[in-house]
């Protein structure tokens, strides 16, 4: 069907049509240029979703793309772009081979393909990996080798020694999500020692759920732990493993902005587990939102001993001081007042009725604090609620980072 697809004129339609509502076209259309609507209209689905995740899939022309499923479980490539830096910097100078055991639609394997002299794609699905394929050569991936097969079959039968082995295991068992490692498929618990037997160095991608210190102990020789978001939405726990490292990884927490600014902060979860905390008596002029990334971490602690702040309650991450700490691994608010939640005395700070509502450690959600305040969302100001030393408290603030 690819050949179907490629037609100029099957492509304009796809470009025309791009913002178009897929399911008013699928009322519309039963075929469209003597193809089924409904793959017209993953083609456009399918384009649109790339737009921002893919962009370079989104503007090159003749690209085939998948069923949304396998769009919305793929790397973005600005996850995938990171995956090549955190490898230069951990793996050296060793770029010949890399595996990709769970290829899917294959943007983890071509990014590899940029760094490592070849590149060995393994997925079962030959439907995906075609289309996979077709891309690679759009995109110019000229040292890719594509294996129809599973993992365990593929590492059963290798007799190939890779500088890098990469697999992302699937979260859907019997269509339940799942985020133990070793309910994934395939069990990386139960095959990691044929892994080691072909490469020295490991990455296992997990799900943003799975707990980190779990996948710790499940894997062995954790050698680097990245907890990966994009604009503070947490995508990606990397687990990167050196064959008998036997030392406490290092867990470093990134979060990727839209203007390509980067945030990292990085610790030990030994020091946070011995760091003392003292947590502030009086809240000062700022307040300090740590980003997704450092939350997912953990990293509530160790964070007051690299900056200047003070936890507001033990178990309310939000930090405070009296004077401004830039830069800050995440949003910064100045406080302009604090106050009880009546309509009346809201109304004083939020004129128009529109405030941006977060809450942090606080018993009532964000919709119900709505209700009772009587705001709508929207406007430049922020209504922030949290637990303090003090107890529930209000205030308004203004983001300024």
Do not use: W
């Amino acid at each position: 069907m690819f050949e179907e697809l490629l037609q100029p004129a099957v492509q304009q339609f796809i470009t025309d049509h791009a913002k178009d509502d897929v399911k008013a076209l699928l009322l519309k259309h039963k075929t469209i240029f003597d193809l089924p609507a409904s793959v017209i209209a993953d083609q456009i689905s399918g384009k649109e979703k790339a737009r921002t995740k893919l962009p370079a899939y989104y503007n090159s022309k003749e690209i085939i793309f998948p069923p949304n499923i396998n769009i919305e479980q793929c790397s973005s490539e600005k996850t995938a772009a990171y995956k090549i830096e955190l490898v230069k910097f951990l793996v050296g100078k060793n770029f010949s081979g890399c595996v990709d055991l769970t290829a899917g639609l294959g943007i983890d394997s071509f990014y590899f393909s940029k760094l490592f002299n070849h590149v060995d794609y393994v997925d079962p699905n030959e439907k995906l990996l075609e289309i996979a394929k077709h891309n690679h050569t759009r995109l110019g991936a000229e040292n890719i080798s594509y294996h129809a097969s599973t993992a365990e079959e593929f590492i059963h039968d290798i007799k190939t020694k890779y500088d890098l082995v990469f697999i992302d295991p699937s979260r859907r068992n019997e269509n339940v999500k799942t985020f133990l490692l070793k309910d994934c498929l395939p069990d990386i618990t139960k095959i990691q020692d044929s892994l080691f037997d072909i490469c020295k160095h490991l990455l296992v991608k997990a799900s943003p759920l799975l707990d980190i210190q779990s996948g710790v102990s499940e894997l062995k020789f954790v050698k680097h732990v990245s907890v990966v978001s994009v604009d503070n939405e947490c995508k990606e726990v990397l687990f990167f493993c050196e064959k008998d490292f036997q030392d406490e990884p290092l867990i470093e927490a990134i979060n990727m902005g839209k203007d390509e600014a980067i945030q990292k902060f990085s610790f030990h979860f030994s020091r946070e587990k011995q760091t003392a905390i003292k947590c502030a008596d009086k809240i000062g002029r700022y307040l300090y939102e740590p980003n997704a990334s450092i939350l997912k971490a953990g990293a509530f602690k160790t964070l007051t001993h690299s900056y200047e702040i003070q936890k507001l309650e033990i178990n309310t991450h939000l930090y405070t001081s009296s004077h401004l700490i830039d830069p800050f691994p995440g949003r910064v608010f100045e406080i302009e007042g604090f106050v009880k939640p009546s309509k009346k005395e809201i109304a004083t700070y939020f004129p128009e009725g529109k405030a941006n509502i977060t809450r942090r450690n606080y018993p009532l959600r964000v919709d119900e604090i709505k209700k009772k305040t009587g705001l709508k969302d929207g406007g430049d100001k922020f209504l922030i609620a949290f637990t303090s030393v003090a107890g529930k408290q209000l205030c308004v603030a203004k983001r300024i980072f």
